[in-house]
């Protein structure tokens, strides 16, 4: 006889949780199971070793419009409240305060930081602000150090510095979850959906061959969700670059974050230098990017499932070809990407072109390739808009089945995505949302 819930969650990364801590605290469903293919919550890209740890605010990501910035500051500050109610001792094991920036080096990225630092930026960041050679030698020396006086140099000072162990942090959602006393939740380690089957009044999900039904399906499994939506027939206008970013670390030389100039329309940051909230001795580099033709960084078993989300026909084709060669930014950034991937030459290039940009000083000696670091961002290409698609995407499926891809931001992101999933499951499945304690507890819920 199969198990059955109200809503079953694919996936026990930082969204996974999200959604289980959302669902189970602000609707009246009475049931939901999480299951999670390994051992523990967020292993995979979740796990602090794969990403940047940066709770994004959207102040120094110079790539995104002022309206995802808009988006990205309101899903920070819902992860900000959900961690000002924990015990201080889990709280600083989620997240710390820290110093962020954003750096423009010579005249076109200086230019670039001056044409976003607008009125309407102001008006959203009213903490952020500009600084010159001066400040950044008082608070960031080593920028500094070591770099020739006649470099243009400005930042954007952010005063909303946040980094994230989004690992910690899906414990928290998952432990919070479980309070709900009124609410049955099984989370069930150890269990890899190999089947989902959708139909009008419910769904089934199989797990070694065990069934488990709901009245709604999440798919919040990370590069694995757009595999789900492929294999049951969605989603065919869709593909994914699973692209991979490696990490080198040095001693520790920054007091905080510090992000390169992104281009607009690139849909991941440059590379930047952060603290580890793990380790306060080091400070990180990166993330490159490469094409890691998989879906699990570190499981080459994972190459057959990475050629479903890619289906490779004429249409990706043409889509790669336009996204590759038809813009010199994305072209150059690939470019400078295989030479880093280089052995011995790969090193000394991203030290010269990408470090020495942040820490002049920096020596070759000092940086050191991060090993099993660095996790994969499913990146999402329209095909038929022969275009990438920025930040993250949800997939409905016909009868109550959601599928979350969530490259980067999507960590940041994940209260936000669990909010747009948690009011779905509540109207479909006809139950209350309770619309007054979220927005007490975690914010306003803005109509877009
Ligand atoms: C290099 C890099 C830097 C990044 N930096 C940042 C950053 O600074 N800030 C930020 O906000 N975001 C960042 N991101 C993005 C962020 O890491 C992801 O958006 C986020 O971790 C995605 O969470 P998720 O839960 O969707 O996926 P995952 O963490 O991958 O979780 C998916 C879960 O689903 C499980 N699963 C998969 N298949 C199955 C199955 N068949 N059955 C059961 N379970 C299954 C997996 O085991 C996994 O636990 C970065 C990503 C990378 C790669």
Redesign the pocket.
Known sequence: MAKEYDVII???????SALLYTISTYTDVKSVLL????KD??????NSA???????WGDVETNYSIEKARDTKEASERVLKFTSKLPKSERDLDIQACQKMVLGVGDFEVGRVESIFTDKFRELFPGAKKIGKDELERIEPNVMKGRDPKEKVQAILSDAGYMVN?NALAHSLVKRAAENKDVKIDVMFN????KIVERESDNSVFVNGDEYKARFVDV?????SLFFAREMGYASNLSALEVG?NFYWSPKVLNGKVYRVQIGGIPFAAVHGDPDITNPNITRF??TVSMAMRLERYNPGTRMAFMKTIEFDSATLASFKKIFLGDSDVRRILKNNLVYMMPVVGKEQFLKNEVQSIVPSLKGSELHFAKGV????PQVVDEKKMSLVLGESKIPGRHNLIF?V????????CLSIALEDAIKVAKLLDVEFKKDKYEKELGPIRSK
């Open positions: 694919v996936g026990g990364g930082i969204i996974g299951l999670e293919k390994y919550v967020a292993l995979l890209n979740s794969s990403n940047s740890q940066t709770l994004h989004f269990s890899n959906v190999t919040a499994a990370g590069t694995y970013g990166g993330p660095g996790g994969i961002r979350n969530t490259p980067s931001p999507g960590a940041t992101s």
